[in-house]
């Protein structure tokens, strides 16, 4: 049953994971009237899969690329260092426990050329005002005796830490609806066309049948699906999806209070407040095939047995002591990479009022890229921070869309 046309809202924000809820909830705050859909249940998603780091060194995945992959990845250290402060600040700011803890981060080295592109990785980062450090074998055993003594050393960032996936959106959903946003769980957007005044028809397929929704503005914050919501429209965002694993030991007394990533290889572990070991570090997992061959984006990845055996050598050898703990479960995550592997965050240049949010590090940087972004849509004009992040730098991908 197809229910009638509202246009109540001021924005329609589909997906219902960290950077949907809590772009709501700023939305929500700064008087816009909020539609929220979500085809799962809140925090289905990447969201809620991933191990909970705050990572705001330059990541390995830039390093392995070579010093200009890493000049690169240096250009989001300024917003790490926004994102560091906006951490600090949100159990203050929700006004509820998050499971914050930011006590430090090592990023380790095996071999003396590892050591040579984390001091290259320092040197871009202290340049543009993040104080991270180098530290030697002899400084890093003092700082952390649990790892191995075999380690040549590690980069260090006081700011960085973990935090609880599991209960900062709900969080920042509960708080957006007590500000008058409207959430709508097991919901889709099935259909979306732009009207000849500019404004987006949505047809939204929920439990109670099919609405039509009118809105002037919509946030597409779906992760891996941001492409195929986009595509409704005829238009491209380059994203492709990353499918990964991450892992969980028993239960260990505290010995662990770092985030550890290595500078060389996959690796992040940290021991959480009940004492268990979060293990991943972007090892990929299998993605589900459909009968046809083609790739299952709708389905939970699986997991690649050798990857994983390959995770936890890298975990053992970094400490040792873990080789002692039993594994309880691995799951597996669908989140997204762009093209450059910086986030897509802002407005379409094609689709006036359309804005995508989506890419890598959404954990990390996903509350200050929604507040940046909220304020993008409530005052028409982008802050300065997310200009490297803008989709115009694919806008030639557009060239040939047919927009009213």
Not at 116 to 123: H, N, T
Not at 147 to 152: D, E, G, I, N
Not at 174 to 193: H, P, S
Not at 242 to 270: C, E, N, W, Y
Request: aromatic share 4%; with cysteine.
């Amino acid at each position: 049953m197809m229910h009638g046309e509202t246009s109540q809202f001021d924005i329609l924000i589909v997906g219902g994971g960290l950077v949907g809820s809590a772009a709501a909830w700023h939305l929500a705050r700064l008087g816009l009237k909020v539609l929220l859909i979500e085809r799962g249940h809140l925090n289905a998603g990447a969201s809620g899969q991933n191990a909970g780091s705050l990572h705001f060194q330059i990541e390995r995945r830039f390093l392995e690329q070579g010093e200009q992959a890493a000049a690169d990845g240096a250009r989001i250290v300024s917003l790490n260092r926004l994102a560091i402060a906006d951490w600090r600040g949100l159990e203050d700011l929700l006004a509820r426990p998050l499971d914050i803890a930011m006590h430090g981060g090592l990023m380790v080295a095996e071999t003396e050329a590892d050591m040579a592109l984390l001091a290259f990785k320092v040197e871009r980062e202290n340049a543009l005002g993040l104080p991270s450090q180098m530290l030697d074998g002899a400084a890093l055993r003092e700082r952390a005796p649990c790892l191995s003594p075999a380690l040549a050393g590690a980069a260090w960032l006081a700011g960085e830490g973990h935090a609880n996936p599991r209960i900062l959106v709900d969080a920042f959903a509960t708080g957006a609806q007590g500000r008058g946003a409207v959430i709508r769980v097991g919901t889709a957007l099935k259909a979306l066309t732009m009207a000849r005044d500019g404004t987006y028809q949505a047809v939204l397929d929920g439990p109670d049948g099919e609405t039509r929704v009118r809105v002037p503005r919509i946030l597409l914050a779906a992760g891996h699906w941001v492409p195929r919501l986009a595509g409704l429209l005829g238009l491209n965002v380059p994203l492709y999806p990353a499918p990964l694993m991450m892992s969980v030991t028993d239960r260990a007394a505290p010995t662990l209070p770092f985030l550890i990533q290595h500078g060389g290889k996959r690796l992040s572990m940290k021991q959480t407040e009940d004492g268990n070991f979060l293990i991943g570090g972007g090892w990929p997992s299998r993605l589900a095939r459909r009968a046809d061959g083609s790739p299952d984006l709708d389905s939970p990845p699986l997991v690649e047995p050798a990857n994983l055996r390959a995770n936890l050598e890298v975990a053992r050898r970094v400490m040792p002591a873990i080789a002692g703990q039993a594994l309880l479960r691995t799951w597996t995550g669908m989140t997204c990479i762009s093209a450059d592997q910086l986030p897509i965050v802002g407005e379409v240049p094609a689709a006036p009022g359309l804005f995508v949010a989506a890419g890598g590090s959404l954990f990390t940087l996903g509350p200050t890229l929604a507040r940046l972004l909220a304020q993008t849509i409530a005052d028409g004009a982008a802050p300065e921070e997310l200009a490297m992040f803008t989709p115009r730098r694919f806008a030639h991908l557009d060239a040939f869309a047919v927009l009213p």
